[in-house]
């Protein structure tokens, strides 16, 4: 199916009923998606992809992508905050990472690209974080689609990834918004439904679940959401190396699935 | 003793010998200082203090000063970094943090103000970052010292602390510099003496060492110098977070003194 095809297939969909009620669930002890603690998700020699949208791409540049653990190729945003913690901090894991992410993209265009910008380079631990501009597009009227095409769509990608690769260790991060800037009240609480969504999605794959809109809810209470991401969706560098922080710590205290 | 007596005293000690002899034997795995890794230095309810120069001012407020656990108050750097990683990954230890560092300031300096901007504070957690000025204005001619100087002083700053402050855990990083920017071979070996000097004074104290420019060493191998710090001192965000992480890793893994 190409993009214009799946577009028409998303305008064809119904509205669906975004429910709210389930949203209280969503626990800021989101590691315990995998039940235990037993050491990192990183072995030695593993290759991680980062893959997302603009709060990934961070200005990654594209002539240097193939180039793992190089800062051109990894942006300057949570993705490259992340792996030079993990490469710095383990220089004996002879880590791999890359990072595919893609300003402005929704689950749908990371699948039409999936192939070649996630399965090709076989990674052992894939983290993804989508959604934000799912929920965005749609709200300024450039994406026809609800939360539960982001739902389905998510939950397809994951399993196709799987099925391709059946050891891969997916790390799913939460997407999040600053309640500043471009985010107002329109974005709620369906915005809170695309949260539940990728949690559920996490849960569905026993996978390690890295919980920013938690994080940045406590972070608020220290410095004003603007500090943190001037227009509430694009992190400053302290909000991207809070999420950093956040991903390595979830992601070495997580269970091997 | 005032400043300005401070000045003389030490414009009369004899110029002493650096000796880059045992600078070799300065290793990565400085946490191992304390012998043991039995779990953080951080406990519930402390006052967490850092102390130091423009690395660690960053920019804070002096009005917010005595405001804890506010951003303006910490600055944008390091300081303030490993602050939120601290205060927003565990809301429930009800941490105090203070950041107390002055541009500019030399080891006298810090022992001018200790007993407002340290003993005063009563920290459960005191942190130090100094040393760069000690020798940078030693180069341009502003400070006439010598890396004896550096390490008396700072052997005596820590003395006077154990002792008012008997509970006190000490965290002393490691003076760092990147070579680009104003950091020239002018700089060495005698630099890699105040790091010995400042890693000599942590095991006197059987304290926490973080080994910041170990670190640096390391991430140069993913980013240029300037990535980190362009003027070769002063970090830059990407710098800032990749310290934060590091102090935040090493004193999280410390046995307690």
Redesign the interface.
Known sequence: MTTTDRRDFIKTLALGTVSATSLGAIDTASAEVKAGHAGSLISAGDTILFQGDSITDAGRSRPDADKP???KALG?GYA??A???L???M?DKNLTIFNRGISGHKVFQLADRWEQDCLSLKPDVLSILIGVNDIWHQLSGKYDATVETYKTDLLALLKRTKKALPDVELVICEPFVLKCGAVDDKWFPEFDAFRAAAKHAAEEHHTVFVPFQS?FD??I???PPE?WARDGVHPS??G???M???W??TVSHARHA
Do not use: D
């Open positions: 653990n190089h800062q300057n490259w905050m792996a030079a913690q490469l710095v901090g220089p994080m406590e972070a209470k220290y410095a500090h560098p302290f991207a190396q809070l950093a922080h956040e390595v710590k």
